[in-house]
């Protein structure tokens, strides 16, 4: 979650939200949450587990770059 906090600092385009799966056991079945951290990103993509800065931009990166191929 710190990476992702850090992002959302450095960009508008970046919204971090921490939720704790035991107080909103709904969402974390939604999102099949059996491990933490999880990172969802536009409830399509996920990153499980933690991970360097490089990695976790390049995964930010690949769930971001189908949004931004869809014409506008």
């Known amino acids: ?6 992002f ?4 508008d385009l ?3 939200d921490g939720i704790e ?7 974390a079945s ?3 949450v ?10 399509a993509s996920y990153i499980e587990g ?5 990695f976790f931009l390049d995964e930010i990166l690949k769930a971001a ?6 014409p506008t």
């Open 34 to 43: 059996y491990a933490v951290p999880k990172i969802v990103i536009n409830e």
């Open 1 to 6: 979650m710190r990476l992702a906090y850090q």
């Open 21 to 27: 799966a035991t107080e909103f056991p709904d969402l």
């Open 50 to 54: 933690s991970m360097p800065e490089e």
């Open 8 to 11: 959302a600092l450095e960009s």
């Open 65 to 70: 770059r189908p949004a931004q191929e869809e």
């Open 14 to 16: 970046v919204r971090a």
């Open 30 to 32: 939604k999102h099949r």
